[in-house]
T-cell receptor, first 107, second 113 residues
Framework: SQQGEEDPQALSIQEGENATMNCSYK?????LQWYRQNSGRGLVHLIL?????REKHSGRLRVTLDTSKKSSSLLITASRAADTASYFC???????FGKGTLLTVNP | DAGITQSPRYKITETGRQVTLMCHQT?????MFWYRQDLGHGLRLIYY???????DKGEVPDGYVVSRSKTENFPLTLESATRSQTSVYFC????????????FGPGTRLTVL
Protein backbone atom coordinates (compact mmCIF):
# COMPACT_ATOMS: atom_id res chain seq x y z
CA SER A 1 0.00 0.00 0.00
CA GLN A 2 1.16 3.51 -0.70
CA GLN A 3 2.02 5.73 2.19
CA GLY A 4 1.91 9.14 0.54
CA GLU A 5 -1.04 10.02 -1.65
CA GLU A 6 -1.02 13.31 -3.51
CA ASP A 7 -4.05 15.40 -4.37
CA PRO A 8 -5.13 16.67 -6.84
CA GLN A 9 -3.87 14.33 -9.52
CA ALA A 10 -3.54 17.24 -11.94
CA LEU A 11 -3.45 21.01 -11.58
CA SER A 12 -3.29 23.64 -14.30
CA ILE A 13 -2.61 27.30 -13.50
CA GLN A 14 -1.32 30.48 -15.10
CA GLU A 15 2.17 31.80 -14.61
CA GLY A 16 2.36 33.98 -11.54
CA GLU A 17 -0.39 32.16 -9.67
CA ASN A 18 0.18 30.04 -6.60
CA ALA A 19 -0.10 26.25 -6.71
CA THR A 20 -1.10 24.12 -3.76
CA MET A 21 -0.94 20.36 -3.66
CA ASN A 22 -1.67 18.03 -0.79
CA CYS A 23 -0.37 14.77 0.57
CA SER A 24 -2.02 12.35 2.93
CA TYR A 25 -0.37 9.44 4.67
CA LYS A 26 -1.42 6.59 6.88
CA UNK A 27 1.03 5.86 9.68
CA UNK A 28 3.22 7.76 12.11
CA UNK A 29 6.24 9.38 10.55
CA UNK A 30 9.53 11.00 11.47
CA UNK A 31 9.68 13.11 8.36
CA LEU A 32 7.96 13.81 5.08
CA GLN A 33 9.67 14.78 1.86
CA TRP A 34 8.56 16.41 -1.37
CA TYR A 35 10.12 15.66 -4.73
CA ARG A 36 9.75 17.03 -8.24
CA GLN A 37 9.96 15.04 -11.45
CA ASN A 38 10.35 16.71 -14.79
CA SER A 39 9.12 14.73 -17.75
CA GLY A 40 11.45 11.86 -18.58
CA ARG A 41 13.76 12.53 -15.65
CA GLY A 42 14.44 11.11 -12.20
CA LEU A 43 12.98 12.63 -9.07
CA VAL A 44 14.69 15.59 -7.43
CA HIS A 45 14.41 16.26 -3.72
CA LEU A 46 12.79 19.61 -2.88
CA ILE A 47 12.29 19.81 0.85
CA LEU A 48 12.09 17.70 4.00
CA UNK A 49 9.91 18.51 6.99
CA UNK A 50 10.28 16.70 10.29
CA UNK A 51 7.38 15.53 12.41
CA UNK A 52 8.07 18.18 15.05
CA UNK A 53 7.90 20.98 12.47
CA ARG A 54 4.66 22.57 11.30
CA GLU A 55 5.93 24.73 8.48
CA LYS A 56 9.06 25.07 6.42
CA HIS A 57 10.14 27.43 3.67
CA SER A 58 12.63 27.12 0.85
CA GLY A 59 12.66 29.89 -1.72
CA ARG A 60 9.21 29.92 -3.34
CA LEU A 61 8.24 26.68 -1.63
CA ARG A 62 6.25 26.45 1.57
CA VAL A 63 5.49 23.11 3.15
CA THR A 64 3.15 22.51 6.05
CA LEU A 65 2.68 19.38 8.08
CA ASP A 66 -0.29 18.43 10.24
CA THR A 67 0.54 15.19 12.02
CA SER A 68 -2.87 15.05 13.68
CA LYS A 69 -4.52 14.89 10.26
CA LYS A 70 -1.64 12.95 8.71
CA SER A 71 -1.41 15.45 5.91
CA SER A 72 1.01 17.86 4.30
CA SER A 73 0.72 20.58 1.71
CA LEU A 74 3.20 22.05 -0.74
CA LEU A 75 2.65 25.62 -1.87
CA ILE A 76 4.58 27.04 -4.80
CA THR A 77 4.24 30.79 -4.95
CA ALA A 78 4.52 32.96 -8.06
CA SER A 79 4.70 29.93 -10.30
CA ARG A 80 6.75 29.83 -13.47
CA ALA A 81 6.49 27.74 -16.61
CA ALA A 82 9.63 25.92 -15.43
CA ASP A 83 7.68 24.64 -12.41
CA THR A 84 5.71 22.39 -14.75
CA ALA A 85 6.42 18.90 -13.42
CA SER A 86 5.00 16.10 -11.31
CA TYR A 87 5.30 16.48 -7.56
CA PHE A 88 5.50 13.59 -5.14
CA CYS A 89 5.51 13.18 -1.41
CA UNK A 90 7.18 10.39 0.50
CA UNK A 91 7.50 9.52 4.15
CA UNK A 92 10.22 7.74 6.03
CA UNK A 93 7.73 5.21 7.37
CA UNK A 94 7.42 3.43 4.06
CA UNK A 95 9.76 3.77 1.13
CA UNK A 96 6.96 4.42 -1.31
CA PHE A 97 5.71 7.34 -3.33
CA GLY A 98 2.21 8.24 -4.40
CA LYS A 99 1.06 8.79 -7.96
CA GLY A 100 1.99 12.44 -7.80
CA THR A 101 0.37 15.70 -8.77
CA LEU A 102 0.96 16.83 -12.34
CA LEU A 103 1.34 20.60 -12.26
CA THR A 104 1.09 22.52 -15.52
CA VAL A 105 1.98 26.20 -15.45
CA ASN A 106 0.79 28.00 -18.55
CA PRO A 107 2.80 31.00 -19.76
CA ASP B 1 31.14 14.36 -10.00
CA ALA B 2 29.01 11.76 -11.80
CA GLY B 3 26.61 11.13 -8.92
CA ILE B 4 24.29 8.28 -9.71
CA THR B 5 24.11 6.71 -13.15
CA GLN B 6 22.01 4.01 -14.74
CA SER B 7 22.66 1.88 -17.79
CA PRO B 8 21.36 1.23 -20.27
CA ARG B 9 19.03 4.22 -20.58
CA TYR B 10 16.79 2.33 -23.00
CA LYS B 11 16.36 -1.39 -23.48
CA ILE B 12 14.09 -3.51 -25.62
CA THR B 13 13.98 -7.22 -24.93
CA GLU B 14 11.76 -10.23 -25.49
CA THR B 15 9.64 -12.22 -23.11
CA GLY B 16 11.65 -14.86 -21.29
CA ARG B 17 15.04 -13.22 -21.66
CA GLN B 18 17.22 -12.24 -18.74
CA VAL B 19 17.93 -8.55 -18.41
CA THR B 20 20.22 -6.71 -16.01
CA LEU B 21 19.88 -3.04 -15.27
CA MET B 22 22.92 -1.36 -13.79
CA CYS B 23 23.10 1.34 -11.16
CA HIS B 24 26.30 3.02 -10.02
CA GLN B 25 26.82 5.82 -7.49
CA THR B 26 29.99 7.70 -6.70
CA UNK B 27 29.05 9.06 -3.27
CA UNK B 28 29.59 5.88 -1.21
CA UNK B 29 26.00 6.14 -0.02
CA UNK B 30 24.98 3.27 2.23
CA UNK B 31 21.43 2.88 1.00
CA MET B 32 20.38 2.13 -2.56
CA PHE B 33 16.91 1.56 -3.99
CA TRP B 34 15.19 0.30 -7.11
CA TYR B 35 11.78 1.64 -8.14
CA ARG B 36 9.54 1.10 -11.10
CA GLN B 37 7.25 3.79 -12.40
CA ASP B 38 4.09 2.97 -14.30
CA LEU B 39 1.17 5.10 -15.36
CA GLY B 40 -1.51 4.95 -12.72
CA HIS B 41 0.76 3.44 -10.09
CA GLY B 42 3.31 6.08 -9.27
CA LEU B 43 6.67 4.82 -8.06
CA ARG B 44 6.80 1.44 -6.42
CA LEU B 45 9.76 0.09 -4.50
CA ILE B 46 11.16 -3.17 -5.83
CA TYR B 47 14.19 -3.79 -3.62
CA TYR B 48 16.50 -1.81 -1.44
CA UNK B 49 19.87 -2.30 0.18
CA UNK B 50 21.20 -0.86 3.42
CA UNK B 51 24.82 -1.79 2.71
CA UNK B 52 26.95 -4.16 0.69
CA UNK B 53 25.58 -7.71 0.94
CA UNK B 54 22.39 -6.53 2.68
CA UNK B 55 19.24 -6.40 0.57
CA ASP B 56 15.53 -6.37 1.35
CA LYS B 57 12.30 -6.69 -0.55
CA GLY B 58 10.08 -3.75 -1.27
CA GLU B 59 6.50 -3.57 -2.42
CA VAL B 60 6.84 -5.42 -5.76
CA PRO B 61 9.87 -7.77 -5.67
CA ASP B 62 8.46 -10.75 -7.61
CA GLY B 63 10.35 -11.50 -10.80
CA TYR B 64 13.39 -9.45 -9.80
CA VAL B 65 16.75 -10.27 -8.27
CA VAL B 66 19.30 -7.86 -6.80
CA SER B 67 22.82 -8.10 -5.51
CA ARG B 68 25.19 -5.68 -3.85
CA SER B 69 28.73 -6.98 -3.72
CA LYS B 70 30.17 -3.46 -3.82
CA THR B 71 28.82 -0.35 -2.11
CA GLU B 72 28.71 1.64 -5.34
CA ASN B 73 26.83 -0.85 -7.51
CA PHE B 74 23.31 -2.20 -7.22
CA PRO B 75 22.28 -4.21 -10.30
CA LEU B 76 18.69 -5.30 -10.85
CA THR B 77 18.09 -8.49 -12.81
CA LEU B 78 14.89 -9.65 -14.42
CA GLU B 79 15.49 -13.38 -14.58
CA SER B 80 12.80 -14.09 -17.18
CA ALA B 81 11.28 -10.86 -18.44
CA THR B 82 7.53 -10.56 -18.83
CA ARG B 83 5.46 -7.93 -20.62
CA SER B 84 4.17 -6.70 -17.27
CA GLN B 85 7.73 -5.65 -16.44
CA THR B 86 7.67 -3.04 -19.18
CA SER B 87 8.27 0.10 -17.19
CA VAL B 88 10.66 2.90 -16.33
CA TYR B 89 13.11 1.83 -13.65
CA PHE B 90 14.75 4.28 -11.30
CA CYS B 91 17.67 3.69 -9.02
CA UNK B 92 18.23 5.92 -6.00
CA UNK B 93 20.64 6.23 -3.12
CA UNK B 94 20.94 8.09 0.14
CA UNK B 95 23.45 8.87 2.83
CA UNK B 96 22.60 6.80 5.79
CA UNK B 97 19.04 5.68 6.23
CA UNK B 98 15.55 5.99 4.93
CA UNK B 99 15.31 9.24 6.87
CA UNK B 100 17.43 11.12 4.40
CA UNK B 101 16.63 12.52 0.99
CA UNK B 102 17.06 10.15 -1.90
CA UNK B 103 19.11 10.98 -4.99
CA PHE B 104 17.69 9.50 -8.15
CA GLY B 105 19.31 8.28 -11.32
CA PRO B 106 17.98 9.27 -14.77
CA GLY B 107 16.03 6.06 -15.23
CA THR B 108 16.02 3.11 -17.62
CA ARG B 109 13.09 2.68 -19.97
CA LEU B 110 12.56 -1.06 -20.46
CA THR B 111 10.23 -2.52 -23.06
CA VAL B 112 9.47 -6.24 -23.02
CA LEU B 113 7.96 -7.50 -26.26
Amino acid sequence: SQQGEEDPQALSIQEGENATMNCSYKTSINNLQWYRQNSGRGLVHLILIRSNEREKHSGRLRVTLDTSKKSSSLLITASRAADTASYFCATDAELTFGKGTLLTVNP
Amino acid sequence: DAGITQSPRYKITETGRQVTLMCHQTWSHSYMFWYRQDLGHGLRLIYYSAAADITDKGEVPDGYVVSRSKTENFPLTLESATRSQTSVYFCASNLGSSYNEQFFGPGTRLTVL
